[in-house]
């Protein structure tokens, strides 16, 4: 079936350090994708998305990249502070136009000082 | 965007008992969901919750279970009925709005059932 993975299930950084975070696919047909941050105790924060017509959006300190030839979408986080310490889910869209949103299994960032 | 509450933030049930949650968003929207977040788990959608007729649920997820309504377009409420320990979790309302077409997320209601 449909599903969104996560290579790695904790990720440690050193602060200032960038980081990294993967994410697989399955459906190929699958179009808009969105990485949300989830801190202890709150619900999940967008934090950026992108289409399937792009490869690459940029934000404040956080770019995504996707590749849809590998079913592949990653979020960057430059010059990673303390702050940013939370659970990172990214979400697919799994049938367009229904707005259901598959989510990976989550990765969490531990920045170190 | 938008802003989104849910009451309560959290409860302690006990089993065989039923909790409703609310959810109540700052403007109108044309989707509203409701997930749940079973404790070091990601999100699994339970249902959409339709303006005015059924919500309509995701596989494993049944109505006498886990009711819902949506009596207009900014509020919603989930019923967790019957609960047993396994429904322990936090649950979360999201609204999608088509101007904007992003999800975003309220706070949860943390729920644990003793």
């Known amino acids: 079936g449909e599903s969104v993975g996560l290579h790695l299930p904790t990720l440690s950084v050193q602060e200032g350090d960038n980081s990294i975070i993967n994410c697989a696919y399955s459906?190929?047909?699958?179009?808009?994708f969105i990485w949300y941050k989830q801190e202890s105790g709150k619900g999940p924060q967008f934090i950026i998305d992108?289409?399937?017509?792009?490869d690459k959006r940029q934000g404040q300190r956080v770019t995504v990249l996707l590749n849809k030839t590998v079913k592949h979408l990653s979020l960057q986080i430059a010059a990673t502070q303390p702050g940013d310490s939370a659970v990172y889910f990214c979400?697919?869209?799994?049938?367009?136009?229904?707005?259901?949103?598959?989510f990976g299994t989550g990765t969490r960032l531990k920045v170190l000082a | 965007s938008a802003v989104i509450s849910q009451k309560p933030s959290r409860d302690i049930c006990q089993r065989g008992t039923s909790l409703t949650i609310q959810c109540q968003v700052d403007?109108?929207?044309?989707?509203m969901f409701w997930y749940r977040q079973q404790p070091g788990q990601s999100l699994t959608l339970i249902a959409t919750?339709?303006?005015?007729?059924?919500?309509?649920?995701e596989s494993g997820f049944v109505i006498d279970k886990f009711p819902i309504s949506r009596p207009n377009l900014t509020f919603s409420t989930l019923t967790v009925s019957n609960m047993s320990p396994e429904d322990s979790s936090i649950y979360l309302c999201?609204?999608?709005?088509?101007?904007?077409?992003?999800?975003?997320f309220g706070p949860g209601t943390r729920l644990t059932v003793t």
């Open positions: 999201s609204v999608v709005g088509l101007a904007w077409g992003e999800q975003y």
């Open positions: 459906n190929s047909a699958s179009d808009y």
């Open positions: 992108i289409r399937s017509n792009m």
């Open positions: 979400a697919e869209m799994g049938h367009s136009g229904t707005y259901k949103y598959i």
């Open positions: 403007s109108q929207v044309t989707m």
């Open positions: 919750a339709n303006q005015g007729s059924e919500a309509t649920y």
